[in-house]
């Protein structure tokens, strides 16, 4: 494969990852799917983070942060303790 393939590939994976991130945190249902809004939001967020190398913007990113890793330990423990089978 081509090495400007690869990257073309790698970089498509990368942005279905941040879409379903998206997705993943209810923003679509939240937003009506409204792109505006979902791009607004995250203008409002990098505002927030480059308001300066302080103590908030730290601070808003290590409570995100633990957000997102409390998010994933909550979908691998029911991934974990449901087998996808329903025997109902």
Do not use: P
């Not at 945190?25 to 939001?41: F, P, Y």
């Not at 990113?61 to 029911?78: N, P, Y």
Request: hydrophobic share 35%.
């Amino acid at each position: 494969m081509r090495d400007w393939a690869k990257a073309r590939r790698e970089r498509t994976h990368h942005l279905i990852e941040l879409g379903g991130l998206v997705q993943k945190a209810g923003l679509v249902d939240l937003t009506d799917d409204d792109r505006a809004t979902l791009l607004g939001a995250f203008l409002d967020i990098a505002r927030q983070l480059r308001g300066g190398r302080n103590t908030a913007s730290g601070d808003l990113k290590i409570c995100w942060r633990r957000a997102g890793l409390h998010a994933f330990d909550r979908d691998r423990e029911h991934d974990r303790t449901t087998d996808g089978n329903d025997h109902d």
